[in-house]
């Protein structure tokens, strides 16, 4: 993994990207840490040329969105992904989809799968985000596996979250491996333990995930861009983002 690759997932400071002056100071403090690619996820109703515009005049890549219209409106989410210059989105969370059998995990797949190819047939790839919740079983069947299964490579392919992979009960570096040939974007997200025996979200390093075991097996898998991103912070989320790019830079990338 080169520090090229390694982008920051803007959700992570998603209070400061609600207007276009906001977003203008967050992409210049995110360029000033030293990442040079960012995830646009929870910014304010911004046009995509002022986004575009903003990027390039801090030396920004758009690697990636999340496209909650995904099954809806692929048209749109077509032509989004062109205005901003970017090839690879994610649907970020099934939301208001029923998942309650097995058919009905295919029947996501199914919609995923013809969204997809419409996003192929432009030149495009969309991607799953995966969280907890595709770790349920249904007649033994772990639900991200039948939604890989159920769908042609060329529509959807991956885009695993290392922390809610962890907290359902997977392994990060196990879903790098099967996803191989399948792993454009890898959610980079530490997972920690309090005082009080909770789950918390943590620094890239400040964890106990095996970071050079998972970015190893991502990439023999082929992936392209590894994305920061840490749901809540501690406190300043660009001191926790420049402690995730500092762990990376110093530990990890070569």
């Known amino acids: 993994m080169k520090i090229a690759q390694v982008a920051v997932q803007l959700y992570t400071v998603r209070d400061f ?10 992409l210049k403090k995110v360029r000033a840490i030293g990442y040079q690619a960012v995830q646009i996820s929870g910014v304010g109703p911004i046009p995509e040329a002022e986004i575009v515009a903003m990027l390039k005049a801090e030396g920004l890549t758009c690697c990636a969105t999340h496209e909650g219209n995904i099954l809806t409106e692929p ?26 059998t097995l058919d009905d995990v295919k029947n996501l797949a199914k919609q995923l799968n013809a969204s997809g190819k419409i996003l192929a047939d432009a030149g495009q790839v969309l991607t799953y985000h995966n969280h907890n919740i595709e770790f349920r079983k249904f007649g033994g069947h772990v639900m991200l596996d039948v939604l890989f299964e159920e769908t042609n490579p060329a529509y959807l392919q991956g885009e695993p979250d290392t922390f809610w992979v962890q907290y359902g009960g997977g392994s990060p570096e196990a879903w790098c491996r099967k996803l191989a040939g399948r792993l454009p974007l890898l959610h980079l997200k530490d997972y920690g333990v309090t005082a009080d025996n909770k789950h918390t979200f943590a620094e890239i390093g400040n964890g106990n995930l095996d970071w050079k075991a998972i970015v190893k097996a991502a990439e023999k ?8 991103e840490q749901d809540s912070c501690p406190g300043n989320p660009f001191d926790s983002l420049k402690m995730s790019f500092d762990y990376l830079k110093g530990q990890i990338c070569t």
């Open 17 to 26: 990207c609600k207007t276009a002056p906001d977003l203008a100071q967050t």
């Open 75 to 100: 048209l749109k989410v077509v032509e989004r992904l062109r205005k901003l210059g970017c090839r690879y989105t994610a649907y970020p969370y099934p939301g208001g989809v029923k998942l309650e």
């Open 221 to 228: 898998s082929g992936c392209e861009w590894y994305i920061v």
